[in-house]
């Protein structure tokens, strides 16, 4: 385990300008947890699980994980990763992300 290096994808810019400004979010909050994925100790991976609901995902995002931005209620970030890059895919809520 060692830091990661952030990577977004262009869906992940697109969902964020999109959503901010409309759902009025924390950006702060998102940073926040953008840098504990990054970070990527035990630590950070345990605050991620505690405190974002992070776990695993199925089906068509199968090898991918996701978690909840603070208490911000339903907004989610999905990412993989390779042991180097953390890849943030997508950002939005559950019905933008898995409808």
Do not use: Q
Request: charged share 30%; with cysteine; aromatic share 10%.
């Amino acid at each position: 385990m060692g830091r990661l290096t952030a990577d977004f994808a262009k869906a992940f810019s697109r969902d964020l300008k999109k959503n901010a400004k409309r759902r009025n979010l924390n950006l702060a909050e998102l940073e926040k947890v953008i840098d504990l994925v990054v970070e990527n100790t035990p630590e950070t991976l345990d605050e991620l699980r505690r405190r974002h609901n992070m776990h695993t995902l199925s089906g068509n995002w199968r090898g991918r994980y996701e978690c909840h931005v603070a208490n911000a209620g339903d907004w989610l970030v999905i990412w993989s990763s390779n042991g180097t890059v953390a890849f943030f895919e997508r950002t939005g809520s559950h019905d933008e992300l898995f409808r």
